[in-house]
């Protein structure tokens, strides 16, 4: 079956634009993960979405990060008047989201690769 | 959610398993260790997961000890497929959000 999906798989763009980055989750995932990784970094959670809420947006870096999600399905990331430290694979992962115990494994797109020049 | 030590880097013979251990020593009842791997320019891919037993499925094997301080991510018969970087994660179940925290993880290096 389809798994996440991400676009673009490459993005390129100058400082200052913004940038937007899509997410399909897999079909019947009510929880959405945006994630990113820099160069030589570890992964680093965003932001999560239950269907169209997003409860928890403790790691967008700053308000030039902003998240939706519609019809509890596809999610955009949108960067704001991008900066050279922005460049990253950018991951997005869907689950189940069952809220209590395991078995909540994320399945996780093959990301977009963002430099900003 | 609890941190995890993995050591940075391990070796492995190709056939031969590989075990990847995890120290989770300030984990607590309701935690759950989850074992994810990234290949190189692809996403991270779920392995396995327990809380107090140990679990095998298609892909590896997982031991716990028995005060759950440590585990172990074992590959039965490592082939040059597993060389990818191997994250050990611990998450409460009360974590409704489910978001991973990643570690550095171990990068296995499965030669020939």
């Known amino acids: 079956g389809a798994g996440v999906s991400q676009s673009p798989s490459n993005k390129v763009t100058e400082k200052g634009k913004d940038v937007e980055l899509r997410c399909d989750p897999i079909s019947g995932h009510t929880a959405l993960y945006w994630y990113r990784q820099s160069l030589g970094q570890g992964l680093e959670f965003l932001i999560y979405f239950q269907g169209n809420s997003a409860p928890d947006k403790s790691g967008l870096p700053s308000d030039r990060f902003s998240a939706e999600r519609t019809g509890g399905s596809v999610s955009t990331l949108t960067i704001q008047r991008t900066q050279q430290e922005d460049s990253a694979v950018y991951l997005c992962?869907?689950?189940?989201?069952?809220?209590?115990?395991?078995?909540?494994?994320?399945?996780f797109g093959p990301g977009t690769r963002l430099t900003v020049l | 959610d609890a941190k995890t030590t993995q050591p940075p880097s391990m070796d492995c013979a190709e056939g031969r398993a590989a075990n990847l251990p995890c120290n989770h020593s300030?984990?607590?009842?309701?935690?759950?260790v989850y074992w994810y791997r990234q290949i190189h320019s692809q996403g991270p891919q779920y392995i396995i997961h327990?809380?107090?037993n140990n679990e095998t499925n298609e892909m590896a094997s997982l031991i716990i000890t028995e005060d759950r301080k440590s585990s172990t991510l074992i590959l039965p018969h490592a082939t040059l497929r597993d060389t990818a970087v191997y994250y050990c994660i611990v998450r409460a179940t009360y974590n409704q959000g489910g978001k991973l925290i990643f570690g550095q993880g171990t990068e296995l290096s499965v030669k020939p």
């Open positions: 992962a869907s689950s189940l989201g069952r809220l209590r115990g395991g078995g909540n494994e994320q399945f």
């Open positions: 327990g809380l107090k």
């Open positions: 300030t984990i607590s009842g309701n935690e759950y």
